[in-house]
């Protein structure tokens, strides 16, 4: 069974960092993602890195600011969040993204993160 595992999320101050962590179980991807979903909005792109490489790309709303990397030993995708500002209040998911198939078949539950100001 493949489970994808969001972890880390939580209330922080403006300014302040969190550190996202996806557990991946039962098989591996190409490439994982970060997505996130305001309320009210649609689901939007954040970041996203490949397995083999580690080439990594982010939303212009997040580059510099954030930064995703991958343990493929562990199998665990972190995204490293600093300089928080309240319009990153979200819920983050993480995704994987098989080589041949469905780009959003696989997501995890999504973690909180809310940024006050």
């Known amino acids: 069974q493949v489970q994808l595992a969001e972890s880390g999320g939580g209330l922080v101050q403006a300014g302040g960092s969190l550190r996202l962590s996806c557990a991946v179980s039962?098989?591996?991807?190409?490439?994982y993602a970060w997505f996130r979903q305001a309320p009210g909005k649609e689901r939007e792109f954040v970041a996203a890195?490949?397995?083999?490489?580690?080439?990594?790309s982010y939303a212009d709303s997040v580059k510099g600011r954030f930064t995703v990397s991958r343990d493929n030993i562990k199998n665990t995708v972190d995204l490293q969040m600093n300089g928080l500002k309240p319009d990153d209040t979200a819920v983050y998911y993480c995704?994987?993204?098989?080589?041949?198939?469905?780009?959003?078949?696989?997501w995890g539950q999504g973690t909180q993160v809310t940024v006050s100001k």
């Open positions: 039962g098989r591996t991807f190409t490439t």
């Open positions: 995704n994987g993204r098989p080589t041949v198939g469905d780009p959003n078949k696989y």
């Open positions: 890195i490949t397995r083999s490489s580690g080439t990594a």
